[in-house]
């Protein structure tokens, strides 16, 4: 389960933390904030002493309606950070980007992690992917961010989730990438409602069938909102339940904004399995 991220080596049988940088002006949680150099560069350190292993850069935001940037405006927001964080800090650098020129550029860069939330499927997307040589998180999405939560629809979410990542492994393996360099993704709230979403966490350990480290991202979600009826900037707590569970499913990676408390809740998590 070892897999290596731009020359830098980490256990996948073992719960990794990476922490959520966005680099746009309209993400849901912390839209803004980060969009200048000096300021994402602090954040990032930051993250790195909380404990992160992954830092995930993301220049386009995929909130529920949001717009497409141009392919320039995202390398004029990425490029910059990635080369900046990889010079700077040890940590393996995640692009989060569904774009070929991006993922190309990044990677160029340093950049250790391909996430693409759509999963490959922009046109040169796999071939780009190929081409980079570093491990790749493909997704599972219902629609397209700006209109994948009018009414999602499923028969039964595992069975069609698992089904459409399966297909997406093979897209990337034909294209180039290596079957050892492929990290899932379910997509907790791309295309999915409340129940979904319950049912794919409930069931997430079944997920490790298809012979792939999984990568999952809660934090902070309008699920939890719903949940618990807090704001998004009060769903602290709630984020930390939906990391230790994912954790204690065996989850290889969990993609969050709080790095320094969910480092601290994986640790208990791993130590609690590793009691066993």
Known sequence: MEMSFAGRALNMSRCHVMGVLNVTPDS???GGRFNRLDAALLKARQM???GAAFIDVGGESTRPGAARVSVQEELDRVCPVVEAISRELDVVVSVDTSTPEVMSQAVSLGAGLINDVRALQREGAASAAARAGVPVCVMHIQGEPETMQDRPVYENVLREVGEFLSMRVRVAVKAGVSARNIILDPGF?????LEHN?????????LHVLGHPLLVGMSRKSMLGQITGR???ERLSASLAAATISAMKGAGIVRVHDVRETVDAVRVATAVMEAV
């Open 28 to 30: 849901f949680s912390d």
């Open 48 to 50: 790195v002493c909380d």
């Open 189 to 193: 709230g791309f295309g999915k409602n």
């Open 198 to 206: 319950l049912r794919l966490l409930a069931s997430l350990e079944q």
């Open 231 to 233: 704001e998004v900037d």
